[in-house]
């Protein structure tokens, strides 16, 4: 089963200009599921709270095209994804995060690949 603390720390974790996220542990009690604190490769560090609420599973699929591509690439690191699955999520996210300084024919490519994975 896959969590948004995970899901936020994996991307933050694989993206070049980061070397490291991870949960904030208190030193007693409880694991606080709610703060990440990320650090850069310039040494500086950032933390995270998280907010959110569990979307119900019969949701209608995500409302933009970004959206859409990103929801691929998760859906795509659910289950034990294979190094292919792992850099095809990673680029989709890259795309789907950069949306906004994208040209037409690669939006258009990220969203067949991602209607290819829904499919699937």
Known sequence: MAYAWHAVAAAIGN???????????????????????????????????????PRPVHEEEP??????????AD??????P??????TAKLLNYVAATWDKQDLPLREHAQAVARTLRTQ
């Open 15 to 53: 993206h070049p200009h980061f070397i490291r996220a991870t949960l904030e542990q208190p030193s007693f009690g409880p694991l606080n599921l709610n703060t990440i604190t990320a650090l850069t490769r310039a040494g500086n560090e950032y933390t995270l709270s998280l907010t959110g609420s």
């Open 63 to 72: 409302t933009s095209p970004a959206a859409d591509v990103a929801y691929a």
């Open 75 to 80: 859906k795509l690191l659910v289950s034990d």
């Open 82 to 87: 294979s190094d292919s699955e792992r850099a």
